[in-house]
Nanobody, 122 residues
């Protein structure tokens, strides 16, 4: 499975942004999808995950209520809608996919996209 993330950019605090992740090369609708981010000098951290059915959805506490992960399985797409953005949301955002539904909030994913930069100015 190949993943291509897009949609990053420079926004102001309080703005919204939607990231997209396009998957190819596999039966993506059977995979769990996740979003992670990595700020400069920090480790990669979990943001959100959604299993293939949509019955399991998890968010990091720091984004709960502001970010929403969604899927378009028919078109092999995953989205991350980010509202009320804060400067501390500034990071490179990565989409990821895995076959299982175990350990969704860890970096134990099978496939990773290249990342898209989100910069939130104050």
């Amino acid at each position: 499975v190949q993943l291509q993330a897009s949609g990053g950019g420079l926004v102001q605090a309080g703005d919204s942004l939607r990231l997209s992740c396009a998957a190819s090369g596999g039966t993506f609708r059977h995979y769990t999808a996740g979003w992670f981010r990595q700020a400069p000098g920090k480790e990669r951290e979990f943001v959100a995950a959604r299993d293939y059915s949509g019955r399991l959805t998890y968010y990091a506490d720091s984004v709960k209520g502001r970010f929403t992960i969604s899927r378009d399985n028919a078109n092999n797409l995953v989205y991350l809608q980010m509202n009320s953005l804060k400067p501390e949301d500034t990071a490179v955002y990565y989409c990821a996919a895995k076959r299982s539904i175990a350990r969704l909030t860890t970096t134990a994913y099978d496939y990773w996209g290249q990342g898209t930069l989100v910069t939130v100015s104050s």
